[in-house]
């Protein structure tokens, strides 16, 4: 069974930045795609980064240039490293994981861009 920890949510003021981190249980971890995905108060759940096996990353135009995704195999651990952080950038972020047709989910870590 797959579980995902997200940590590393808060409120940032605008401008700011902040680490997300994801603590993947998976063994098949190394040989999925991971990323990153947001919902902010009555919109949909949509994609921010996702980061592939090989480590070809694609990002959301909202977060290019500002958003960066990484991975750690041997840790288990998918990280988004945010800058610049804007007030829209507000939402629940959710760690995502990828196998066989399959995908698992966080419980979604709070990130709140406020002055």
């Known amino acids: 069974q797959v579980q995902l920890v997200e940590s590393g949510g808060g409120l940032v003021q605008p401008g700011g930045s902040l680490r997300l981190s994801c603590a993947a249980s998976?063994?098949?971890?190394?040989?999925?795609?991971v990323g990153w995905y947001r919902q902010a108060p009555g919109k949909q759940r949509a994609v921010v980064a996702l980061?592939?096996?090989?480590?070809?990353?694609n990002y959301a135009d909202a977060g290019k240039g500002r958003f960066t995704i990484s991975r750690a195999n041997a840790k288990k651990m998918v990280y988004l490293q945010m800058n610049s952080l804007k007030p829209e950038d507000t939402a629940v972020y959710y760690c995502?994981?990828?196998?066989?047709?399959?995908?698992?989910w966080g419980q979604g870590s709070q990130v709140t861009v406020s002055s």
């Open positions: 995502n994981l990828r196998w066989l047709g399959s995908a698992y």
């Open positions: 998976s063994s098949s971890f190394s040989i999925s795609t």
């Open positions: 980061i592939t096996s090989a480590g070809s990353r």
